[in-house]
């Protein structure tokens, strides 16, 4: 059973246990005084795990060990089999292997293998990557809620650059995006979660279906998708046209 750090520990072993993770900066002096999870708020890592251990490897370094766990930073988590976290002076990075999962609000990313960084929030996911977005509506706040923008788009790649904490990524490598009725293909793409876009360059490729049928295309130089509305842009190469294909109905009168 999953257990919270610092919550749920017989006393003696609870003091050592958390003695260890304020030497390392992974808990505050104020998360000692309270049994509460970190706020949603803050920029502070939350740690849940199975097991934890930790081993001063250096001078200011240290390195924790965590099974079955996760890692929260805000809105985002991290979860995978196996985590090793490497804290330098309140700077931790954190390795993530054994089915990685990444979510935060809007997007979902799997890998074989995820190095995350608390300060920047920045994570290189590489291996079988997969991102899955869908766009929320913002409530009057201003934060997002639960009612769902439009459908949800798949991305597929080599690898991931992504900022978590200014939500942008970097895909690159064998680019793959697909929407419901539209497949995309490219050598990189970028992402860019509050303006609910991707762009993409490098051997663009396109195929649609349903009442604007495109079979092919070439000459693009780059072409940006909407995540939450039905369009894309395509700027031809320099000195090009941008040319398709499209299907022709020759029962339609």
Known sequence: MTRWLIVRMLPAL????????LANGLVTAQDAKTTAATAK????????????????IGKDTYRSTLTDAQVRQE?????AKNIIIDSVKNVHTFTC??????TDTETRITSTKVVGQSSPRQAEF?????MVTTPKKKEASGDLGDQLLGEPTTVTCNSLSYDYGKKLGHARGSVVVQQKNRTLWADSGLYDQGARLITMSGNIRMQNQGE???KSMKNA???????????????AK????????????????
């Open 75 to 79: 809105d985002a988590t991290f979860s």
């Open 14 to 21: 609870g003091a050592l246990v958390l003695l260890m993770l």
């Open 97 to 102: 292997t054994g089915n990685p999962v990444f």
């Open 238 to 253: 320099q000195g090009e046209r941008v040319e398709f294909q499209l299907e022709v109905d020759d029962t339609a009168d």
């Open 41 to 56: 708020n803050t920029k502070d890592l939350t740690i849940q795990t199975e097991h934890y251990n930790t081993k001063q």
């Open 126 to 130: 590489t291996g079988n990557v997969k």
């Open 212 to 214: 604007e049928a495109v």
């Open 221 to 235: 130089d780059k072409l940006t998708v909407s995540l939450q509305e039905d369009w894309v842009d395509i700027v």
